[in-house]
Nanobody, 124 residues
Framework: QVQLVESGGGLVQAGGSLRLSCAAS????????MGWFRQAPGKEREFVGG????????YYADSVKGRFTISRDNAKNTVYLQMNSLKLEDTAVYYC?????????????????WGQGTQVTVSS
């Protein structure tokens, strides 16, 4: 089992920044990729980005490329999502997830473990 705990959500004005954290514990050696997803009310869960467990490869959705950055602290088993230049449309519940096998990084169905989610609200 892998446990994921997110933190760092909140309310921010458009153009501002937030950093989300996702701390992993348990059988972390089994993690292949860590992903970030978001879900706005009435919409499907959407891929935001991902990072392989070694931290050497990152992936981003086109909608956040150039604004969001994913990184990893190996010592803390923590993955970060730095969000800059936030827009109103970035408002959503953000989830981190862990995948323990190869597959599409962008598909939520390929992830085995999920955090509880953290709300990000961008105001005008």
């Amino acid at each position: 089992q892998v446990q994921l705990v997110e933190s760092g959500g909140g309310l921010v004005q458009a153009g501002g920044s937030l950093r989300l954290s996702c701390a992993a514990s348990g059988r972390t050696f089994s993690i292949y990729v860590m992903g970030w997803f978001r879900q706005a009310p009435g919409k499907e869960r959407e891929f935001v980005g991902g990072i392989n467990w070694s931290g050497s490869i990152t992936y981003y959705a086109d909608s956040v490329k150039g604004r969001f950055t994913i990184s990893r602290d190996n010592a803390k088993n923590t993955v970060y999502l730095q969000m800059n230049s936030l827009k109103l449309e970035d408002t959503a519940v953000y989830y981190c997830a862990a995948r323990t096998s190869p597959g599409s990084t962008a598909s939520p169905a390929n992830y085995d473990y999920w955090g509880q989610g953290t709300q990000v609200t961008v105001s005008s």
